[in-house]
């Protein structure tokens, strides 16, 4: 069999627990950040950690295809100490260049019904010498989220740590407005599907104009996610979006580019 033959042939097979487990210990998981932006200032403000596998086998696999096994099998619970961990030992560094930048995080359902999450967050606040407010914890909005998260408080106790949450992929979801008042939230994070069509039609248009008053007739600021181009660009900033993302400003990017990139941007 050609060497071609076995890394395709590897590619198909399904993704094993064992394998996510050696990846684990292996440090295959590695963080890519991709920054948030003032539209007002025009600065980078944070970044968001997106994860990575790159597996020696298997190459670059994306993260819908490995995060719901990591979920189904448990090993999500290692995972995320390890993400707390990764993520602000390089927040860390980023406040070398500087200190008001925050790092947002991706977290999921199961991980939010972890008994020890909000102690595991805590732990790597204090070892990596962080403030609270620094730290941005993402949770994409759905039925299930919102049900767990009224009801097991966990948005409370963020709260009282004063770690701020943002609701990922809005617009995707079940949120009602009702309960959206209800949940102790910093920021809206407009789906970028939204985007991807927003200048293709006057309705769309309004559509992601009438995302960007709800949220801010609730008191909280917008992101716009997935911005590709100047134009999308213009029309939000025109249209009063707070912050934005997207490959306009800056794919995602290891630490190593992402400190220059940020010094570059921030120096002005
Ligand atoms: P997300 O949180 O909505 O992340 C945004 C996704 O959009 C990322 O894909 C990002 O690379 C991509 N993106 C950013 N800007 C643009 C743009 O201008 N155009 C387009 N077309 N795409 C853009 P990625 O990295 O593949 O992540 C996919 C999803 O995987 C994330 O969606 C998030 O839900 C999940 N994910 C990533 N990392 C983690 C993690 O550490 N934990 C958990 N639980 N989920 C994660
Ligand atoms: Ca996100
Ligand atoms: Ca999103």
């Known amino acids: 069999m050609s060497l071609l033959n076995k890394i395709f042939g590897h590619k198909n097979k399904p993704i094993t627990i ?48 490995f995060i719901p ?98 609701i990922d992929d809005f617009g995707t979801g079940y949120s009602s407005f009702e309960r959206l008042k209800q949940m102790n939230v910093r920021k809206l994070k407009i789906d970028l599907s939204f985007i991807r069509t927003l200048m293709e039609d006057e309705k769309n248009k309004s559509i992601v104009a009438s995302m960007i008053k709800l949220g801010h007739d609730l008191g909280f600021p917008v992101l716009a996610e997935g911005v590709e181009t100047t134009e999308q660009q213009e029309w939000l900033k025109q249209n009063g979006c707070d912050f934005a993302q997207g490959y306009w400003f800056s794919r995602a990017l290891p630490l190593d580019q992402l400190k220059p990139f940020l010094s570059e941007n921030l120096k002005k």
């Open 69 to 166: 096994l990591l979920e189904e099998s448990g090993i999500i619970h290692d995972f995320t100490y390890f993400l707390f961990d990764e993520t602000l030992s390089a927040l860390s560094e980023l406040h070398k260049i500087d200190p008001s930048l925050f790092m947002a995080v991706n977290l999921s359902v199961s991980q939010l019904r972890e008994n020890d999450l909000i102690t595991t967050i805590q732990k790597n606040l204090e070892a990596h010498n962080i403030d609270p407010k620094c730290l941005e914890c993402e949770f994409t909005e759905s039925q299930e989220l919102t049900d767990e998260i009224l009801s097991n408080g966990v948005l409370d106790k963020l709260a009282d740590l004063q770690i701020p949450v943002s």
């Open 18 to 65: 064992e394998e996510l487990q050696k990846a684990l210990k292996n440090r295959e998981f590695v963080f890519y950040y991709q920054p948030e932006w003032d539209l007002k200032t025009n600065r980078a403000i944070g970044v968001e950690a997106l994860m990575r596998w790159e597996s020696p086998k298997r190459g670059y696999v994306p993260p819908m295809e």
